[in-house]
């Protein structure tokens, strides 16, 4: 057991170590933490924690969908402790059916405000949370737990919740209808919806109580694996991958030529001039991702000559699928947003491996694909990322974990789908699966995927939106990222670069349109 949430103790060390995890999992140990403050900091070393330990079970596909769920019932024992603080600091009884109906008037107001109070007054109060990790024979499970037991009106409310969740059909109509009194029930029902859509029955959902504590367990068939997930995935998402265009023949025929080696590069030149379309579009990318250029690329012939026939394959790559998938550009900014993260991408792979060529040309067309299943996801659900956009900005939570909820996959997984339907290298559909979470990325991928992450999250960086402690620490680590100082100067160095890309490539695009049209 661990109480000092001050520091990182040697015994807290020890729960980062793989050996240790791998240890307590062979001999079916608990391995548990026990906080009175549950400060951030220590909410992120519980997930360093279960997400240590899902890696080492190779459960790493179920990360995002566990953390959320200890999120909420760390937060919900939480609350329970520091309503019964609430209680007794105002002389209510909270077994009290009267004086419950009038304290949960004004408990929830009084604790949104006072979050910070209640959180440092819990310790004095004797109240705390705890998680337990096991690996038990056919089972392993997580269960959260904090000091005092419930009351009748709490137990009946959280089993009304669950048994709600059965009706509801999707999180749409969850969100349509929530309960405004305590804050729980929400995020109860969104535990039960994630729940199912990785396998896992409700009935595996339980909720214990006894005269001194209560304890929210879940618990996870040790059999259950990814290709199962993937299989489930795929099915449900087979009509909508059915409906995607092919990509065109003279695509394909030019990609299969520059993936041969004894193919004649003049007649791959040769090929790609006959499409105007093409031509220009590849030249518009390999102008924007020439950083050293002093004057615009305008041939074919010019462009392999700058980037390779890897480069050039990649961005036909990327030029194929935008059309394909009919990406406005310009005009959207999910099209923005991917050249952005392209082009991003492609300064942090000069900047950390600068004489590994086809490592850079994979890296910059990865960042440019990166969110393509947003499209085929926006497309079959307007309406859900419409209405669902302020419930993941209100309660912090991805919106890849809702888009899994309604549609069995994140736009992460379409994307990864699409690229491997149309016979993309793996590189490409590895960097588009886990840019959200490079740490389950195959290992003979991994710098690329690492770069993708850091690359969007760069882009998207501000202090207001990002708590850096929360952030993927070993990555940051990795590439030199000490402080939020220094994810600050990166963010703002790049920014800068790309500023006066886009001042280039409107010059040159000028050029180019004069040559082509």
């Not at 996870?220 to 009509?239: G, N």
């Not at 995927?449 to 402690?469: G, I, T």
Request: aromatic letters at 10%; proline letters at 4%.
């Amino acid at each position: 057991m661990i109480e000092n949430e001050n520091y990182l103790t040697q015994k807290e060390l020890k729960l980062l170590d793989p050996e240790f995890i791998d240890k307590a999992i062979k001999s079916h140990e608990p391995i548990t933490v026990t906080s009175y403050k549950l400060t951030p900091e220590m909410e992120h070393y519980l997930h360093n924690v279960l997400s240590l330990f899902l890696h080492q079970l190779d459960q790493d596909y179920m990360t995002e969908y566990l953390v959320y769920c200890l999120n909420e019932l760390l937060d919900n024992s939480r609350r329970a402790n520091a309503k019964r603080i609430y209680f007794k600091e105002n002389k209510l009884d909270i077994f009290s059916p009267h004086d419950y109906t009038q304290g949960i008037k004004t408990f929830k107001a009084t604790y949104n405000s006072q979050l910070q109070y209640y959180r440092a007054i819990q310790e004095e109060y004797g109240f705390f949370v705890s998680m337990t990790l096991k690996q038990d024979t056919d089972f392993f499970y997580f269960e959260v737990k904090n000091n005092a037991p419930l009351t009748v009106f709490e137990y009946k409310r959280m089993h009304d919740k669950i048994a709600r969740s059965f009706i509801l059909k999707n999180i749409e109509n969850a969100v349509a209808s929530p309960d405004e009194t305590e804050s729980t029930g929400l995020g109860l029902t969104i535990i039960i919806m994630m729940l199912e859509k990785i396998g896992v029955n409700v009935s595996n959902f339980t909720i214990l109580t006894d005269d001194n504590s209560t304890t929210l367990q879940i618990r996870i068939p040790s059999t259950m694996s990814e290709q199962q997930y993937i299989a489930a995935i795929s099915e449900e998402l087979s009509a909508t991958l059915k409906a995607l265009p092919r990509l065109p023949e003279n695509v394909i025929q030019i990609s299969n030529l520059l993936n041969d080696p004894a193919s004649d590069i003049n007649k791959i030149i040769a090929l790609i001039k006959q499409d105007i379309g093409l031509t220009t579009d590849l030249l518009r990318m390999v102008n924007s991702a020439a950083i050293r250029l002093s004057k615009p690329c305008t041939d074919i012939a010019e462009a392999v000559k700058m980037v390779g026939i890897r480069g050039i394959s990649n961005l036909i790559y990327a030029v194929s699928t935008v059309r394909a998938l009919n990406i406005p550009k310009n005009k959207v900014e999910l099209w923005r947003h991917a050249t952005t993260v392209g082009y991003y991408t492609l300064v942090l792979a000069y900047e950390f491996y600068p004489s590994a060529r086809n490592f850079v040309s994979d890296a910059y067309t990865c960042g440019i694909l990166h969110d393509i299943g947003k499209v085929v996801f926006t497309a079959a659900h307007p309406d859900t990322v419409k209405n669902l956009t302020p419930l993941c900005t209100q309660r912090s939570i991805p919106p890849r974990l809702l888009e899994k909820i309604t549609a069995g996959a994140n736009h992460s997984e379409i994307g990864a789908l699409i690229t491997r339907n149309w016979n993309f290298p793996e590189v490409i559909s590895c960097a588009i699966q886990y840019h959200h979470i490079p740490y389950s990325a195959p290992k003979e991928y991994r710098n690329t995927v690492e770069l993708v992450y850091l690359a969007d999250l760069l882009v998207h960086y501000s202090p207001k939106k990002y708590d850096f402690e929360k952030l993927y620490l070993p990555i940051l680590n990795k590439y030199n990222i000490k402080s939020e100082e220094d994810l600050q100067y990166l963010a703002h160095t790049i920014q800068k670069k790309y500023q006066n890309m886009l001042k280039r490539e409107v010059s040159w695009n000028s050029i180019l349109n004069g040559q082509y049209n």
